[in-house]
């Protein structure tokens, strides 16, 4: 069992930087992959990026690769989203997700959830 909890939303200009944290409670978080997902108005929920328990593979989507960069700190149990030149369409709501399983960009493959962090960016 783990629990979730993200911070570090807020509004932003385009081409801005915001750095979201999670900070997970429970057992053994370093045996979890974690993920961030994010939904828009309108929008079905997202995958954005996913590292592996052991932190040497993550995975990005198309439209944030070499934008958004994914890590974790085990020793702080927190993955962290550093997001450099933010455009209006990475608007949404921000979500931490963990599992136990294989590293996935599917949303129904993560077990456990936070309950999000409102990003906004401005153009």
């Known amino acids: 069992q783990i629990q979730l909890v993200e911070s570090g939303g807020g509004l932003v200009q385009a081409g801005g930087s915001l750095r979201l944290s999670c900070a997970t409670s429970?057992?053994?978080?370093?045996?979890?992959?974690m993920g961030w997902f994010r939904q828009a108005p309108g929008k079905e929920r997202e995958f954005v990026a996913a590292?592996?328990?052991?932190?040497?593979?993550?995975s990005y989507a198309d439209s944030v690769k070499g934008r958004f960069t994914i890590s974790r700190d085990n020793a702080k149990n927190t993955v962290y989203l550093q997001m450099n030149s933010l455009k209006p369409e990475d608007t949404a709501v921000y979500y931490c997700?963990?599992?136990?399983?294989?590293?996935?960009?599917?949303?129904?493959?993560?077990?456990?959830w936070g309950r999000g962090t409102q990003v906004t960016v401005s153009s």
């Open positions: 997700a963990a599992d136990r399983g294989y590293l996935s960009q599917q949303s129904y493959a993560y077990d456990y």
């Open positions: 429970g057992r053994t978080f370093s045996n979890y992959v």
């Open positions: 590292l592996s328990w052991s932190g040497g593979r993550p």
